[in-house]
């Protein structure tokens, strides 16, 4: 009989914080940790320099989108999520308070800037919606290809035949909507050069032999989420700035 190891007769296993510790060595995961931490210094401590403080509310409305990104909708859900996060409800609070306090920082420092690098980079957000397979067989690609322009196969029967993927396949190939540098560099260069709806001439990659219909290209507009997008972007490159600037010691 195979021995079972329990810390006692109610199976608890016990395991400190010195294991804990240890086990992110072995496992090397110390560095993704300590830049987490020290990211959270930097945003404490720029925040504090600014003035930023964060309200009650502003916690409670960040809790609860918390909850909700998490599909806490019961009580029950969220102490059962807690408990399987080893949180107490201050903890909770607390990582409400430091994703409150990140996003207040982020508008701070570049809620005035995103318009201007917006259309100083306008053409690094022009997007394309499109459908593809990727194939082994070059000649079977450009067999596919004129096969299609000649009409007498649709890019969907294509993908029914030879996408493996089930939920790709259904999907007909959709890879969504990717901005330029979404795609591969040599990909994107006939994409962004097509006038859709397309099939561009196959094109061969690492992957393979991909024949892509480009469905649309779709010109940036500085809506909400792009706006969200870019200030995201413009705070993370910060972050990465200040984090470089420091050399990460452990106190003892």
């Known amino acids: 009989m195979p021995h079972t190891l329990t810390a006692n007769s109610t199976n608890l296993l016990p395991i400190s914080s010195e ?4 086990h992110l060595k072995l496992s090397c995961q110390m560095p993704s940790i300590l830049q987490a931490i020290a990211t959270e210094k930097i945003i404490s401590t720029a925040a504090a320099q600014a003035g930023i403080k964060v309200e009650f509310d502003e916690i409670q409305q960040a809790a609860d989108g918390l909850r909700l990104a998490n599909h806490l909708h019961k009580a029950t859900e969220t102490w059962e999520w807690l408990k399987k ?10 990582l409400a308070h430091s994703n409150i306090l990140s996003a207040k920082l982020a ?58 993927d089930p939920d790709l396949r259904r999907a007909g190939g959709y890879q969504g909507t990717r901005y330029k540098a979404n795609f591969r560099p040599e990909i994107a260069a006939a994409v ?5 709806p397309q099939i561009i001439k196959p094109i061969t990659a690492s992957k393979g032999v991909y024949l892509i219909w480009v469905e649309e290209i779709i010109q940036p507009q500085l809506n909400e989420r792009l706006r969200t997008k870019i200030l995201g972007d413009l705070f993370s490159n910060w972050l990465k700035q200040e984090m470089a600037k420091l050399e990460i010691a452990i106190s003892k």
């Open 19 to 22: 294991e804990i510790i240890r």
């Open 85 to 94: 996060h080893h949180l107490t409800l201050d903890e909770f609070e607390e």
């Open 107 to 164: 508008h701070y420092l570049f809620a005035d800037r995103v318009e201007s690098f917006f259309y100083a980079n306008q053409i690094d957000y022009i997007a394309a919606a499109t459908y593809e397979v990727i194939l082994d067989d070059e000649d079977l690609a450009l067999e596919l290809f004129f096969t299609l322009q000649e009409g007498e196969i649709s890019f969907p029967e294509i993908a029914r035949q030879y996408i493996q």
């Open 192 to 196: 962004f050069a097509a006038t859709p």
